[in-house]
């Protein structure tokens, strides 16, 4: 019986060239898309459901299919006028890495699984411990996000500092712009609401030393034991870092480990402006960050970055007969995160820096910061808007005189226009609009024109 899931070799590379040329289309024609584009659910269930098919269909009218009526349904993170969130903003060669990497069906759980791989993540962990400043001999790992990156440094100080067990007298600390996933990471690690303080911020919205220096000597008072502070380095809503320099002086006075998530924003010390803003980085005991949003790879790719050797072994590794013919080498990094089954995340990133070089991903990153730092002109000097929070790692954040409904209309009403996406937040209380400018295709002038829009449809 021959392979009844194998194609012969002109028809994978035929069908191989058709799914290129969709994708080269689909990037040279991004700028005359809308940023999204939300699907009605049984519309798409109608078209896409049913029962799975028993006899083969065609193979190239199925792709089509693929192309036209799913992929148009999605948010373009990549878009040079998607300014929510935080964008994707990735290139072309990471693309060709990750489809060779799945291609090959990269295994890079076990060095004997896939030493080459592996290699390269080594390498990239230490171009990226390089880029934040961290010391020679800080461990880490690609991850699907930040999510997981958060939850794996939160583990790694678990472990350092209470053992192998939740304590119900461990306190973390948090600052109230913390992302999400680490209140969510707390908890999975078995904290309690009681144990994770969410701390005010100072007027900037960051975490303020002073207030986190009362908390814990509070905490200390009652018999607690604080053992762990997440500092943000660029927070999602306003671009903000929290003083790490001063925070990593509170931890070490108290013995406390300092977990800085720069999901988005830690790339930028690559560039001089964003260096500045990021003082005290190079402190972190352990530091996320997500290459599939400042260093415009495709999704996903995070990654955790630990200070102190075997942290994450201490806290991850994993063990089983079954795994007895695949131990030794330089790293088994099925031991440094929850997976054991993982891709190879780090081709992509590799490949990117050795096509482009490191400067141009040094001067996109300044492209960004720069689009930001014009938006706020802008809007400071145009009537009828309000700047909320400055430029700071390619966000601002602003109001149109009215109250928090209209702020929320005019988003809604962009997103359905279809020329540029922006998003709203609350600080303070108030609703307020935010651009995220970090995509190196975006122009100024995309940026002025989605200014001019959000008049038009505030009107």
Known sequence: MSDPLSLEPEEMRRLGYRVVDRIVEHLGGLDALPPVRVGDPDVLLAALGGPPPEAPGDAAAELDALFERVLPWVQHGDHPRFFARIGSPSNYVGVLADAAAA????????????????????????WLRELCGMPEG????????????????????????????????????????????????????????????????????????????????????????????????????????DPLRELAAVCAEHGMWLHVDGAYGAPAALCEPGRAVLDGLELADSLVLDPHKWLFQPYE????????????????????????????????????????TRGGRALKLWLSVRVFGLDAFRRAIA??????????????????WEVVTPAQLGIVTFRRAGDDALQTRIAAAMAEDGFAVPSTTVLAGRVVLRLCTINPRTTFEDVEATIERMEVVAS
């Open 103 to 126: 291609g090959f069906n990269v295994f890079a759980g076990s060095w004997t699984g896939g030493s080459g791989p592996a290699t390269v993540e080594l390498v990239v962990l230490d």
């Open 138 to 241: 800080t461990e880490g790992v690609l991850t699907s996000g930040g999510s997981v990156a958060n939850l794996a440094g939160l583990a790694a100080a678990r472990a350092a500092r209470l053992g192998d067990r939740p304590r119900p007298e461990a306190v973390a600390y948090v600052g109230g712009q913390a992302h999400a996933s680490v209140l969510r990471g707390l908890r999975l690690l078995g904290l309690g609401e009681s144990q994770v303080q969410v701390l005010g911020g100072d007027a900037a919205f960051r975490l303020a030393p002073d207030a986190l220096r009362a908390a814990v000597e509070a905490d200390l008072a009652a018999g607690l034991r604080p053992f762990c502070v997440v500092a943000t380095a660029g927070t999602t809503s306003t671009g903000a870092v």
């Open 301 to 340: 790719i995070g990654c955790i970055l630990v200070r102190e050797p075997g942290a994450l072994e201490r806290a991850f590794a994993l063990d089983g007969p079954y795994l007895r013919d695949t131990a030794g080498g330089a790293v088994d990094f099925r031991n440094r995160s929850v997976q054991l």
């Open 367 to 384: 492209h960004g910061i720069a689009l930001a730092e014009h938006a706020e002109a802008l809007l400071a000097g145009r009537p009828g």
